[in-house]
């Protein structure tokens, strides 16, 4: 089967997410995967012209060696905001150049503008097309003017999409309020790489690296760094305490807007001992670098972006029988209930009371063995397996059909 994916972000440098998951391993059960991407830091990273040309990576992969991904990235316009009207010209061009030239048997798409391109084209073509649901896409806009418009090419796609598969229950309802029908929603949760993230795992060599003694408590936190990610509070409350409680530090993995701030912070504060900001590392060294932790972090402030996703690192976090402290965010409460391994809190500068309390009671283990049984379910075999399945029933579709 030959399946197209389309999405507003890089593809090859960022973190892995639910897609890359899915589509490698779509490409090792022999699928034929091509990817449509945006630079979307080229205003920070990308090479310095006025309009970048198109480029084709192949071969790409950024969990398994034999995953065999073409990735396509058109030209566009370097120029801020005008990259996105340049998009509707060379993404426009080139979502139609793929679907002429070796037609898919479905389209999977995410993000908004290439989205709605793409669900334009394949609809014109008669191709199943596959609304795939991470994040509620037009609150990520960074501009606050242009999410209105964001919010109505959304709710465009939805209300067109053969099947819209989201990763939460909370994310399914807020599909349907956007307009998509209830009978096309359905709900594939995030898996678990069991064999990379296991509980056995041996953080000791990251704990010596970063001179952690062993009688040291370690709050981890891991991802991009944006301004909502709370730990900007996390590391004022660490400041306060730093005398009474000196066996605690933060470990930061990753790396995004909030990371020059955060090192101001730190030397203002004088948290250099207590306070290890890593940057961003390869994906192969993330699993050992949670193993190095006693409390997992998801101190993110309960805004219009946060409210209704439950990030994949959750399931990670879990998956290695750490417990997680998580502001109560409605995806994340409905997601994972109570007396699951996460314990709530209302705001990231309640984390560090909570995570005394942790340490107070000992209750680091049992609670990240509840953590640890609660996902172990997950398995990335039986998601993509829901997945497939979801995309051969829109491969046996003909133009004047549609998914039931």
């Known amino acids: 089967m030959k399946i197209l994916f389309v999405q507003d972000t890089d593809w090859i440098t960022r973190y892995p997410g639910q897609q890359h998951h899915l589509a490698e391993r779509l490409s090792l059960r022999g699928h034929d995967i091509t990817v449509i991407d945006f ?3 080229w205003q920070t990273t990308g090479e310095k012209q006025l309009f970048s040309k198109r480029q084709v990576f192949r071969s790409v992969s950024k969990l398994f ?18 990259e996105y009207v340049s998009m509707l010209v060379t ?17 999977v798409s995410h993000s908004i503008l290439t989205n709605y391109l793409a669900m334009r084209a394949a609809k014109k073509r008669g191709i199943p097309f596959v609304f795939h649901l991470t994040d509620a896409q037009h609150r990520m806009i960074p501009s606050r003017v242009l999410q209105p418009l964001g919010k109505m090419i959304e709710s465009a796609v939805f209300k067109s999409a053969d099947r819209v598969v989201t990763i939460n229950e909370e994310l399914k309802e807020y599909a349907i309020g956007m307009g998509a029908r209830p009978e096309r929603a359905l709900v594939i949760r995030a898996g678990i790489d069991a064999e990379r993230y296991r509980p056995d795992l041996d953080g000791c060599v990251i704990r010596e690296r970063y001179g952690i003694e062993p009688d040291e408590t370690v709050l981890f936190f891991m991802g991009w760094l944006y301004h ?5 509070e996390v590391l004022s409350e660490l400041a306060k305490r730093k005398k009474t409680n000196p066996k605690t530090k933060l470990l930061i993995v990753g790396d995004g807007e909030a990371r020059d701030e ?16 890593t940057g961003k590392k390869p994906y192969d060294e993330i699993p050992e670098l949670v193993a190095a932790a006693d409390v997992c ?13 439950v990030p994949i690192k959750m399931y990670e976090y879990m ?5 997680v402290i998580a502001t109560r965010l409605p995806g994340i409460t409905k997601e994972f209930g109570n007396d699951n ?4 809190v209302e705001g990231p500068q309640d984390v560090l009371n909570k995570a005394a309390e942790l340490i107070r009671t000992g209750a680091i283990h049992e609670q990240g063995e509840k953590a640890r049984q609660f996902v172990q379910n997950n398995d990335w075999s039986r998601v993509v397996d829901e997945f497939e399945k979801v995309l051969i029933e829109g491969a046996r579709l003909n133009k004047d059909d549609s998914i039931s």
């Open 262 to 277: 955060l090192v101001s912070l730190r030397n203002d504060y004088d948290l250099q001992s207590h306070v290890i900001l």
């Open 65 to 82: 060696d034999d995953a065999n991904i073409t990735v396509i990235r058109p030209g566009i316009l370097k120029i801020p905001l005008l």
């Open 39 to 41: 630079e979307i830091l």
């Open 91 to 107: 993404y426009g061009r080139e979502i139609a150049r793929q679907m002429e030239e070796s037609p898919p048997d479905v389209v």
């Open 297 to 309: 972090l998801l101190p993110a402030y309960n805004n219009s972006i946060m409210r209704d996703i």
């Open 228 to 232: 909502f990610s709370g730990l900007k």
């Open 341 to 344: 391994g996460v314990l709530y």
């Open 319 to 323: 998956a290695m029988g750490k417990p």
